[in-house]
């Protein structure tokens, strides 16, 4: 399984999908948010694989 | 067999060909993270010169709050070797949440890295004896959130700091989203005038008034936080705690909705705006004799205000005498940070 990290929360995904899918799957909207593992930035399109750990990062600010 | 036909759909550098970390749909252009940073910055210069922002000569004053556009677009300007110092109003949210303490920290994090640096640090508590949330008590502004007295506050501190310490213009990190969520809002409203007022500089309208210059207004806000990723830059990723449900936010989401259906809206929405302004194809006129700038009797700032502005007017009694006004309203003091240069 993959972990998924977003704000306090956090899933255990079957790996496999893509970015994308995973930011779908959890109700968020990918032109919102950006996926990095450890550092690096992570297309929408890379496959998330069992025992990756991903951070999604909500991009929009303001107020 | 399928994992390879999934990994086969990442899409590849225009440039080099390498895996793409970003992929913009509104460019329809890919790029490895070398290539976008190197986009990203050419990019930026393109917008100011398309704007005519400021040149090489020009003294920029960046506003920094620690977030990732404020920095980001520091980090860009001083890669392209623009006289860029920064100026940091600490607000004094910190109850209960640090957060001015983490943004003040974000900020500093980022000049370790970048020496010859050189920031101005205007401390609310330390200079108008009040923090943020504790002016806005106080003055009992804005239905019991401090954005109001926090906005008018940033906007005087500014424009004061940069005319006292000679800067060309100001620049902040507003990017495209901001700038669309804005017109959005002026548009459901049809707020003529805050129609007519949007654009990517504004010009100095009175000698009281410092230029202003929006760099990223070009750029999606998710590519600006893609590039402070990439870059490496440690910014402030929380949000000021009264943020929270702010219509600009709400407006962000719903035109992200529509990007997500239908790709580039969000920038042909802006960006046509603003050629179709320039065109005259459309024309927003403020009603006669509503906008008149006069220098408020206090701190001379222009203001629309009536004789005091309302910055200042938030220490002045109605029954206090001008002199009496003037002392009560606290002078602007700032100290200065440098990170350490080169050459030591």
């Known amino acids: 399984m993959a972990k998924v990290v977003f704000r306090d929360q956090e899933w255990e995904i079957p790996g496999g999908k893509t970015v994308r899918e995973i930011i779908e799957e959890l109700g968020l909207n990918p032109e919102a948010v950006l996926a990095v593992k450890g550092k690096k930035l992570l297309n929408e399109e890379t496959v998330v694989e069992d025992e990756d750990e991903i951070k999604l990062i909500a991009v929009i600010s303001g107020g | 067999m399928k994992k390879r036909q999934t990994q086969a759909r990442v899409p590849r550098c225009k440039k080099c060909g390498a895996p793409a970390v970003i992929y913009m749909r509104q460019h329809r252009l890919a790029l490895c993270e070398t290539h976008f940073q190197e986009w990203f910055v050419n990019y930026t210069q393109r917008t100011i010169e398309k704007y005519h922002m400021f040149g090489p000569e020009d003294r920029v004053l960046v506003a920094v709050s620690g977030g990732k556009d404020s920095l980001?677009?520091?980090?860009?300007?001083?890669?392209?070797?623009?006289?860029?110092?920064?100026?940091?109003?600490?607000?004094?949210?910190?109850?209960?949440?640090?957060?001015?303490?983490?943004?003040?920290?974000?900020?500093?994090?980022?000049?370790?890295?970048?020496?010859?640096?050189?920031?101005?640090?205007?401390?609310?508590?330390?200079?108008?004896?009040?923090?943020?949330?504790?002016?806005?008590?106080?003055?009992?502004?804005?239905?019991?959130?401090?954005?109001?007295?926090?906005?008018?506050?940033?906007?005087?501190?500014?424009?004061?700091?940069?005319?006292?310490?000679?800067?060309?213009?100001?620049?902040?990190?507003?990017?495209?989203?901001?700038?669309?969520?804005?017109?959005?809002?002026?548009?459901?409203?049809?707020?003529?005038?805050?129609?007519?007022?949007?654009?990517?500089?504004?010009?100095?309208?009175?000698?009281?008034?410092?230029?202003?210059?929006?760099?990223?207004?070009?750029?999606?806000?998710?590519?600006?936080?893609?590039?402070?990723?990439?870059r490496g830059i440690e910014y402030q990723y929380d949000e000021c705690p009264f943020s929270v449900g702010a219509t600009t936010i709400y407006y962000k989401e719903l035109l992200n909705q529509l990007e997500r259906h239908s790709p580039g809206s969000k920038f042909q929405f802006y960006t046509q705006f603003l050629k179709a302004k320039k065109k005259g194809l459309i024309t927003f006129h403020e009603p006669e004799g509503e906008v008149v700038l006069r220098p408020c009797r206090i701190c001379g700032q222009p203001t629309t205000a009536g004789e005091i502005c309302a910055f200042c007017r938030m220490w002045v009694r109605p029954d206090m005498d001008l002199e009496e006004a003037k002392r009560s309203v606290p002078s602007l003091t700032f100290r200065v940070e440098t990170s350490e240069s080169e050459e030591g």
């Open chain 2, 72 to 230: 980001a677009l520091w980090d860009v300007l001083t890669q392209l070797g623009y006289r860029a110092d920064g100026l940091y109003i600490g607000l004094g949210i910190d109850e209960g949440t640090q957060y001015s303490q983490r943004s003040l920290e974000a900020v500093r994090g980022f000049m370790a890295e970048r020496p010859g640096l050189r920031l101005y640090v205007v401390d609310m508590k330390e200079a108008y004896g009040e923090t943020i949330p504790e002016l806005a008590r106080r003055v009992r502004r804005g239905r019991g959130k401090p954005c109001s007295v926090c906005g008018l506050s940033k906007r005087h501190i500014m424009n004061e700091l940069a005319l006292r310490e000679g800067f060309d213009v100001l620049v902040t990190g507003h990017n495209l989203d901001d700038e669309a969520a804005v017109l959005f809002q002026n548009t459901l409203r049809w707020q003529t005038g805050y129609l007519a007022r949007q654009s990517p500089v504004l010009e100095a309208t009175h000698p009281g008034l410092v230029r202003k210059a929006k760099p990223f207004c070009r750029f999606y806000e998710r590519e600006v936080a893609a590039y402070a990723i990439v």
